[in-house]
């Protein structure tokens, strides 16, 4: 892969705009079928150009607006908002306080920086194939959840380019969704509770929700690769008193004991097993059972939401193919079909895609007689020719999924609605309830 | 609002107050009993049916009184709206109401209520239960044990059930939430405190254009004041206390507050105007005539050195004012409890109000330590006293003083506490009427007008200059 050299972002977003950016695709969903009028219009975007300029309430008319103001700014990074009242680019001549944030995705942030305190590999933005893992059990066991228990259908994960992922939940009836209910589904979703005054981050109680089952079931079939092979976190004592720190006390001199006897991570996460689950006398309210065992493995594994991103409708959110700054990589969508052998390593950089697009370019150029027109013929296909083709390819499957509910839900909702009205002759039919609090 | 003019013309006096009534002894046995026990449900349920108040199944007959509770609850939202405090005292005792009556509807009457309220509720059928028990019973913490071919689970968009599946309390399968009937309550109920205090919100706003009709602004104004029940203006007792009693009466009869506007007045020889109104009228009530009355502020006033000159240019009007022999001649009736906690909050330098409301808790612990209350006794009061239950609070201080263990009665005005109190110290019988003559000839009393409890929306603060007599025309059939 060609080496990525922020100097060149100038020269290399100015092609990439021109000629890679999926501006189809991406006003295909942005747009949603234009079911709701100047939905695509009311939407917030956020430019961040050279040298940190930053500029919000950025909208546009459609996709060849959106085309040539991106050509035309050339930025570093785009952002989207929320769906507003009115076009974000007139906001201020719209009266104070009508201009609202109606609508949005429900997004998430999954940071790898938020697990510095159980990974051994890396620390703050570096990542590397060891501590990857820790995303492929966060998409998992947050997809499974928006899917099976919320039954979400349209979630898009996305690279975010350095280290972590984001998910774009995009479901009509969810980008409706309130603030409260929001952050009511990240509460649902969290588990890990507590900064760096807190050792021991998760509590179970003696009943556990099928979401912390389902949840650990998958954590299971990467505890041992992950945690104990690839982290060792019980190596040595240096990080198996990171552990200790988790059980009670009493346990600790029999554990040290048994921990010097053994040999690897392995064989002492066994032993670990079985004296956690033995039901310890001496200690009172103390379950008797697996618990301590997964609270262990939920602390080490399981993933780590930021509240803020999701609860806020108003909340900017990288885009997906957008560019990093830092990394050169582009945000590309993950397959769900293949997120074990997701490698962020392999992802595009952007220098790497031009100079592949430059490659073909200057073969078909001596094809072509007029460069211009090659330009503008090849235009929309050219990602093609490209390592991004692959990822736009996932896109463009969650945007097939997008269109075919949509038509399904047109046909539902062209059946009648109801609606009752409180009447007064009907009384005497009515429960004897109250039901002057409908008003 | 719609229709206000038949929903005026249709109001008895009994409706309206009849609904206050029934939200105050909620709030008085939510107080004394621990909410959803047997007991509580008992007493409540026959609490309401003294009250006559239609709570069950809608019957043909049971269509007028029901219309007339939805009448008076629109009409109380309007009198209740206008502060925190009213609001969350209204709000409250709704909501256990709801509670209540939803605790009584039969099974098999829920579904519907659930689909005539808009609520998207369904009940699950067995084979859908069976198929996710495991889940459902390790999800919800309310079910004790596998007991659930018992129980009914509801299945509900999950957004509708938010402060269950927050907390995880709740299974969640594709979109929806399986609720069994007991989270069921805290949901409905959650749904009807948000409406309703929007709903008050959205009525205090349009307060302004309401309160301009003529014929609602009095009603309105005086509601939420507005004693229900025995005014204590009819003085059947009048002339049976002489005046030499009333220190030894205001020790062993007198409510806090009287207690200690009697003390203030004998120890500075001055009582402000608040406290003058505020003990005046309790002292009209307990028997004292007119007459009687002028000789009693007379008297202490001049040991404070006052003129009595003075006293009769200047205060002698007011007390003969209060007692309807001037002016409007309007016969202003003493303040119940809930008019004194709620209004005309004391100064420094005044001395009315009730102590368990506007008592610093240090000094009511004091005051109650002088009038030799067991500490037990003071820390029950003071637990009270934090929970804002002013009332109950001074019906213990009843308990304690007269050595009962069951006060026997919902205490809502002073006069009342007075009556019961001497109820008990004289072994049932009527106050005692001492075989001293009088001070002074008693003049005939000339006939009261007979008021009904509709009298008792007119009843005024002194401060207020409202001309209530069209009003009272207004609701007399």
Not at chain 1, 299 to 318: A, E, W
Request: glycine fraction near 6%.
């Amino acid at each position: 892969m060609e080496p990525f050299d922020p100097a060149e972002l100038p020269e290399l977003l100015k092609l990439y705009y021109r000629r890679l950016f999926p501006y189809a695709q991406y006003y295909r969903w942005l747009n949603y079928g234009g079911v709701v009028k100047n939905y695509f219009q009311h939407r917030e975007f956020s430019f961040t150009l050279k040298d940190d300029i930053y500029i919000r309430y950025q909208s546009f008319n459609n996709q060849s607006d959106l085309e040539k103001e991106m050509q035309k700014m050339n930025p570093y990074k785009i952002d989207i908002g929320a769906v507003y009242s009115h076009r974000p680019n007139q906001h201020n001549t719209v009266k104070l306080g009508a201009f609202q944030a109606q609508e949005k995705e429900l997004v998430f942030d999954i940071d790898m920086t938020d697990y510095d305190d159980v990974r051994r590999c890396c620390s703050s933005a570096d990542i590397c194939s060891k501590c990857w893992t820790l995303m492929t059990m966060a998409i998992r066991i947050i997809d499974r959840a928006l899917k099976e228990d919320f039954g979400f259908k349209h979630r898009l994960w996305v690279y975010s380019g350095r280290r972590g992922v984001h998910c774009w939940v995009c479901d009509e009836s969810v980008r409706k969704l309130s603030s409260a209910v929001r952050s009511g589904i990240v509460e649902y979703l969290s588990l890990v509770k507590g900064g760096q005054d807190v050792k021991k981050k998760v509590h179970l109680s003696e009943n556990v929700h099928p979401f912390v089952r389902k949840s650990i079931s998958i954590i299971k079939k990467y505890f041992e690769g992950y945690a104990l092979v690839g982290q060792d976190i019980l190596e040595n004592k240096e990080s198996w008193d990171k552990i200790l720190a988790l059980v009670p006390e009493t346990m600790h001199n029999d554990l040290q004991q048994n921990f010097q006897k053994h040999h690897s991570s392995l064989q002492r996460w066994e032993y670990l097993k079985k004296a956690a689950s033995q039901c310890p006398s001496n200690i009172k309210n103390e379950k008797c059972g697996p618990w301590l065992e997964w609270e262990i493995m939920l602390q080490y594994c399981f993933p780590r939401l930021d509240i803020n991103v999701s609860k806020g409708i108003n909340h900017l959110l990288k885009s997906p193919f957008s560019v990093h700054p830092k990394t050169g990589r582009i945000s590309v969508p993950i397959d769900l079909q293949k997120v074990d052998q997701f490698d962020p390593f392999a992802v595009p950089t952007i220098s790497s895609i031009c100079h592949e697009l430059d490659a073909i370019f200057t073969s078909e150029a001596e094809k072509e007689e007029n460069q211009a027109e090659s330009d503008i013929k090849h235009r929309t296909r050219d990602y093609k020719k490209t390592s991004l083709a692959p990822y736009v390819k996932v896109f463009e499957q969650f945007l097939e999924n997008l269109d075919k509910s949509r038509k399904g839900e047109l046909l539902k909702k062209s059946g009648t609605m109801r609606e009752t009205k409180m009447n007064y002759t009907k009384m005497n039919s009515l429960p004897c309830l109250p039901a002057y609090w409908k008003y | 609002m719609q229709g206000t003019s038949s929903t005026a013309r249709t109001l008895h006096g009994r409706s309206l107050p009849l609904l206050v009534h029934v939200l105050k002894s909620v709030e008085n046995l939510g107080v004394s009993y621990v909410k959803g026990t047997e007991l509580y449900q008992s007493k409540l349920e026959a609490e309401i049916r003294r009250l006559k108040f239609s709570y069950r199944e809608s019957l043909e007959d049971e269509y007028e009184p029901r219309r007339k509770d939805h009448i008076s609850h629109f009409i109380l939202r309007l009198a209740y709206c206008q502060s925190e405090d009213l609001r969350r005292w209204f709000i409250q005792q709704e909501m256990d109401l709801l509670r209540f009556r939803f605790s009584i509807l039969p099974k098999d009457k829920i579904q519907s209520f659930l689909q005539d309220s808009h609520l998207h509720f369904e009940a699950i059928s067995e084979e859908e239960k069976n198929l996710r028990e495991q889940e459902i019973i390790a999800s919800s913490t309310s079910l004790g044990g596998p007991k659930l071919e018992l129980e009914y689970v509801y299945k509900i968009p999950f957004a509708d059930a938010l402060d269950l599946f927050r907390g995880r309390k709740v299974y969640l399968e594709n979109g929806f939430a399986y609720v069994p009937l007991k989270d069921i309550v805290a949901i409905i109920l959650n749904e009807f405190r948000a409406k309703l205090s929007k709903a008050l919100a959205l009525t205090a706003r349009s307060l302004p254009a309401v309160q301009s009709d003529e014929r609602l602004q009095p009603l309105l104004n005086h509601l939420s004041h507005s004693y229900i029940g025995q005014d204590y203006s009819i003085q059947g007792n009048a002339g049976k206390i002489s005046l030499d009693q009333i220190d030894s009466l205001s020790t062993k009869s007198f409510p806090p507050c009287m207690r200690q506007l009697h003390k203030a007045l004998r120890e500075n020889h001055h009582l402000r105007h608040g406290g003058r109104m505020q003990y005046g009228l309790f002292l009209k009530g307990i028997g004292l005539t007119l007459e009687q009355a002028l000789q009693f502020w007379k008297q202490e006033f001049i040991k404070g050195k006052m003129d009595p000159d003075k006293f009769d240019k200047g205060y002698s009007y007011n007390i003969r004012h209060s007692f309807g022999k001037e002016g409007k001649r309007t016969d202003y009736t003493p303040f119940s409890c809930l008019k004194i906690i709620l209004t005309n909050p004391p100064s420094q330098g005044d001395y009315h109000g009730c102590p368990f409301r506007h008592s610093d808790p240090e000094l009511l612990k004091q005051k109650l330590q002088s009038y030799k209350i067991t500490p037990g006794g003071i820390s029950q009061i003071l637990d009270l006293v934090k929970g804002t239950h002013y009332q109950v609070a001074c019906q213990k201080y009843f308990e304690m003083t007269h050595n009962v263990d069951d006060c026997g009665f919902s205490l809502n005005h002073p006069n009342q506490f007075f009556v019961e109190s001497q109820r008990v110290l004289n072994g049932g019988k009527d106050i005692k009427k001492e075989s001293i003559p009088p001070e002074t000839p008693q003049p005939k009393q000339s006939a009261q007008k007979t008021k009904n409890a509709s009298s008792a929306l007119a009843s005024l603060n002194s401060s207020l200059e409202m001309d209530m007599e069209g009003l009272e025309d207004y609701f007399s059939e």
